[in-house]
T-cell receptor, first 118, second 113 residues
Framework: GAVVSQHPSRVICKSGTSVKIECRSL??????MFWYRQFPKQSLMLMAT?????????EQGVEKDKFLINHASLTLSTLTVTSAHPEDSSFYIC??????????????FGPGTRLTVL | DAKTTQPNSMESNEEEPVHLPCNHS???????IHWYRQLPSQGPEYVIH???SNVNNRMASLAIAEDRKSSTLILHRATLRDAAVYYC??????????????FGKGTKLSVKP
């Protein structure tokens, strides 16, 4: 099956700093990538959807200036949490699919990144 | 996307079959039924999906009610590695949606040795 990797797997940072999380599709071209956030004992919440070469579409309540998403190539998307605060501490998960967001294509999930903001 | 209802948790013994139910009474004609699972501290993993007919793969079986208002994920012989949160999700394959998956709370499956 298709493989999606994330880096780093966990990161601890000080409040006010920015953190970049990478999501890569290793053996396929990911036209669409999704970013989710999961707080402890809760389900995954979609943050944003991005098609390669286009601006990301953010879900309601997600600040686009705080969570910067770049999908510059068909195998790489990055999520930058700017000026991170303790309430941003969470498990961030990306997924990737080969199709455009308007049509069905199976999503393949990365292993997640655990962010802890002190 | 239509909503699904699953029990919060279930327990199983190792080597025994497990039947995980999902209710989706407002399912539309073009909604596929997807199952994903999430092991602790990992990203979700695809398990199986179907439309009307029962489906089998190497991981599990999916039994879909004739009226499609409910479905059951069947793990034929549970192992300790099957302990996870199982999500039942409806997805419209024919446009009109964002392409994203909407995760509910899922069922936390515990497997006892």
């Amino acid at each position: 099956g298709a493989v999606v990797s994330q880096h780093p797997s966990r990161v601890i940072c000080k409040s006010g700093t920015s953190v970049k999380i990478e999501c890569r599709s290793l053996d396929f071209q990911a036209t669409t990538m999704f970013w989710y956030r999961q707080f402890p004992k809760q389900s995954l919440m979609l943050m944003a959807t991005s098609n390669e070469g286009s601006k990301a579409t953010y879900e309601q309540g997600v600040e686009k200036d705080k969570f910067l998403i770049n999908h510059a190539s068909l195998t790489l998307s990055t999520l930058t949490v700017t000026s991170a605060h303790p309430e941003d501490s969470s498990f961030y998960i990306c997924s990737a699919s080969q199709g455009r967001r308007s049509s069905y294509n199976e999503q393949f999930f990365g292993p997640g990144t655990r962010l802890t903001v002190l | 996307d239509a909503k699904t209802t699953q029990p919060n948790s279930m327990e199983s013994n190792e080597e025994e079959p497990v039947h995980l139910p999902c209710n989706h009474s407002t399912i539309s004609g073009t909604d596929y039924i997807h199952w994903y699972r999430q092991l602790p501290s990992q990203g979700p993993e695809y398990v199986i999906h179907g439309l009307t007919s029962n489906v089998n793969n190497r991981m599990a079986s999916l039994a879909i009610a004739e009226d499609r208002k409910s479905s059951t994920l069947i793990l034929h012989r549970a192992t300790l590695r099957d302990a996870a949160v199982y999500y039942c999700i409806l997805r419209d394959h024919y446009g009109g949606s964002q392409g994203n998956l909407i995760f509910g709370k899922g069922t936390k499956l515990s497997v006892k040795p």
